[in-house]
């Protein structure tokens, strides 16, 4: 069962507000004029070509990289008129979840988990310890798996650690940067049933940048698809019926049919 269709509020204040953007790297332009709104709630998968600034819409949307024109506005507040001291406040109600974890090495997964907490709350330790015990149940994994090393980990289980750290101060909205890449499709579906449980129990809204036809299937209420250096935004359903070339051949293809999308 999917999560449920975002409320009207939620569609006219969205989570997040994209208008105008233009990213760009010397003369290369990644974006040009995109606008997009992420509604309250929703689960949103942003799909694109190889090269079309999937995670780079997703790191400017951060303020990981800043973009050349536009506006973004996060939970009301548009990122770029506020000072460092507001934007640092804002930074609080969202957790990304970038590739394969990001976790520091040399930190066990409880201090991977307690690194935004000690940036931004000041626990008693015997408090930091059952929040970050919590967080690691709250992600499915064992509670020994708090003392390990990300080396020490799986791959699913490094993502699920890497997630736990994302949720650590029970942010808002979930940004996830191609969270099944590289699992088997067992793990990858035990992983999206996770997130589709999590964003429901929490009321989260989830930005998931990702190539997985099944995820997007299982758990997207929206598809954002970066085509043009613009986005074209819909449903499964809706996309599947759209004429642009690259659209019909991402959800019609080989890859589209062995995941049940495709006709």
């Known amino acids: 069962m999917k999560p449920s269709t975002p409320s009207d509020q939620g569609a006219t204040n969205p989570a997040i507000r994209v208008r105008g953007l233009v990213n760009k790297f ?85 201090q991977n988990i307690q690194v935004p907490i000690k940036q931004f709350l000041d626990l008693q330790p015997h408090l930091l310890a059952e929040v970050t015990a919590l967080k690691v149940a709250l992600v499915g994994l064992p509670p020994d798996a708090a003392g390990k090393y990300p080396s020490e980990l799986s791959g699913g289980m490094r993502k699920r650690a890497g997630l736990a750290r994302a949720l650590a101060l029970d942010p808002d909205i979930l940004f996830l940067d191609e969270p099944t890449a590289g699992l088997d499709p067992i793990g990858a579906a035990a992983f999206d049933s996770l997130i589709r449980n999590l964003q429901q129990a929490l009321g989260l809204t989830v930005f998931m940048v990702t190539h997985d036809l099944d995820s997007l299937a299982a758990i997207c209420d929206r598809i954002a698809v970066l085509v043009d250096k613009k986005v074209i935004v819909g449903t499964l359903s809706s996309l599947l019926r759209h004429e642009h070339p690259w659209i019909r051949e991402y959800f019609h293809g080989p890859r589209a049919r062995a995941a049940g999308t495709g006709a």
Not at 89 to 96: E, F
């Open 26 to 110: 010397g003369e290369t332009v990644i974006h040009d004029g995109l606008d997009l709104d992420v509604q309250r709630g929703e689960v949103i998968g942003v799909v694109g070509a190889s090269g079309s600034g999937k995670s780079v819409l997703l790191r400017t949307i951060v303020g990981l990289n800043r973009q050349a024109e536009g506006s973004i506005e996060v939970l009301g507040r548009e990122v770029g008129r506020l000072n460092e001291g507001e934007r640092e406040a804002l930074r609080r109600h969202w957790g990304v979840l970038f590739q394969d974890g990001a976790l520091f090495s040399s930190m066990t997964v409880a």
